[in-house]
């Protein structure tokens, strides 16, 4: 009589797992594309212009932005509550997948969460621009303030300063969350801003800080290059890296891109050309003329 085989178990075939590359550049691959750029000879002298008479000049104004950012991280007595629960900000729109945006750079992990807490009411402080002023700040050892400023780490002037590019052209007059007109609350996303506890209209001043403070810089504390170009880039989204093209809100007017450029919302032209100076362009000649320094990591 002939026996039988004697099954074990049933074997399954190996799959592999394909895996799916992130849309977002890696601190490595920022580093790399900042170290190797080279600004085009003939923008040469537009980006020297918008560096001179539009950034430097303004730095006082974009470093109290930043410090009124930092005064309300403190122990002011803030209101809670600004949105509801599980608002996701338009800033980080771009991220949506994962409970966390974090950028690897050397030993320390910078991460800022997705899905925004409730933020604070800053009209108890911003209403008053009197006290609060640039002065103000810079003296702010006479008021007794100083321990506001012991923990954290105060948002780099120069990211103001190329967020004002890229969503105003540098005006004045116009929302840091998206450039619409000052005169009345925020009509695109995010909508109806800033929260200050009265209504239009609004200073530049106290829409910037609810547009930081919206975004959760205040609660950064590493603002290496890397985490600050994907932050910039993240404010036009990650479809340029999808098609494989260096974001020209990055690297216009730069060898690290050439052409290609989505002409509206989900509307991408192969042929189209941004005439828009990217924000990496800005902050690399800002370093080669050695106005700022950059952390690496």
Known sequence: MKKKKRIIGH???????KVIKSSIPTAMEYLLL???CKINKHKLAQVDK?????????????????????????????????FASGYTPFFDRYNSGSSLTSVQSGQQTVSILN????????????????F???????????????NYFSSGSTIPWYFIACVHYLECSFSFKKHLHNGDPLSGYTIHVPVHRPKVG???????????????KLMNYDKVTNWSLPFILQKLEGYNGFGYTNRGINSPYLWSYSNQYVKGKYTKDRTFSANAVSEQMGAAVIL??????????????
């Open 50 to 82: 918008a560096i001179d008479e539009n950034i430097t000049v303004n730095r006082s104004r974009y470093e109290s932005i930043a410090n009124l950012v930092r005064l309300g991280n403190g122990n002011l007595p803030l209101n809670q509550g600004l």
């Open 132 to 146: 609060f002023d640039s002065s103000t700040l810079q003296n702010s050892s006479v008021l007794g303030i100083n």
């Open 115 to 130: 899905t925004a807490p409730a933020l604070r009411d800053t009209s108890n402080y911003l209403n008053n621009t009197g």
């Open 11 to 17: 074997v399954l075939p190996t799959v592999k797992k």
């Open 198 to 212: 009265h209504g239009a209209p609004f200073t530049f001043e106290e829409s910037a800080v609810d547009a930081l």
């Open 284 to 297: 690399k000649r800002m370093e080669d003329r050695a106005l700022i320094s950059i952390p690496r990591n």
């Open 34 to 36: 900042f170290n190797s």
